[in-house]
């Protein structure tokens, strides 16, 4: 059975939403995690600001996820 266009690019706007969120994240992690690798006094301080990001790009990938299959 053939997909319709519109469903296919969907999907793939819905997974490329989500490897860009798996990136940010990862990325954000990474450089949190060299900061306390360099200054651990500030680990407290640095886990809450990665925590709330990521809470931001988490939300920013259900929205535009969201648009994606409200397209298809």
Sequence with gaps: ???PMAM???AV???LTLV???????LLWAA????MARQPELQGK???VM???AAFIEGTAL???????MKG
Excluded: D, R
């Design 1 to 3: 059975m053939m997909v």
């Design 8 to 10: 296919s690019t969907a």
């Design 13 to 15: 706007g819905a997974g």
């Design 20 to 26: 860009g969120a798996g990136l940010g994240i990862g």
């Design 32 to 35: 949190g995690l060299q900061s």
């Design 46 to 48: 640095l886990q809450t």
């Design 51 to 53: 925590i709330i990001g």
């Design 63 to 69: 929205f535009a996820m969201v648009i994606c299959l």
